[in-house]
């Protein structure tokens, strides 16, 4: 048992990952160790931060309590939110293929997971934008819009 407790003692050191809650159940001399599956919803990420880094942008959040690990998405210019990474860390490089001039992707959203899944776990954190996009409007003489152009900056 000993054996047990020091290796997810030396397995949770870290404050840059997600940290799985483990409960050891004792039945005589078996213990049975499960991870800690909540059952309502995690809340949010917290202070996510973008930064730029050699290969792209690093996505930084603060850590869940009981999360084990975040999924990463990120939204296209049609508006539909793509899977990019499933993560036991707090931070995520987004690279180049994702963050340069020519993607068609500009918004990046966490959302904290339980041990087992993904889907349904939590509230997805607000979309953060690694691309300034400057929409503009052209009007007619009388001032309704026909047509939207925009130009993209990093």
Request: glycine content about 6%; aromatic content about 12%; some cysteine.
């Amino acid at each position: 048992m000993k054996k047990i407790v020091l290796l997810f003692a030396l397995l949770s050191i870290g404050s840059a990952s997600a940290s799985t809650t483990w409960i050891p159940i004792k039945r005589g001399k078996i213990t049975i160790i499960l991870p800690y599956i909540p059952k309502d919803k995690f809340s949010s990420p917290k202070n996510i931060r973008i930064s730029d880094s050699s290969g792209g942008k690093t996505i930084s959040w603060d850590d869940i309590k009981h999360a084990s690990k975040y999924k990463i998405q990120v939204l296209n210019e049609k508006g539909i939110w793509v899977d990019v990474a499933i993560t036991d860390k707090t931070f995520f490089e987004l690279h180049s293929g994702y963050t340069g001039k020519n993607s068609e992707y500009f918004q990046v959203r966490v959302v904290a997971c339980n041990y087992n899944t993904c889907t349904n776990t939590g509230t997805y954190s607000l979309g953060y934008s690694f691309r300034k996009k400057v929409v503009f409007i052209h009007t007619d003489l009388l001032g309704s819009p026909v047509a939207e152009s925009y130009m993209e900056e990093q």
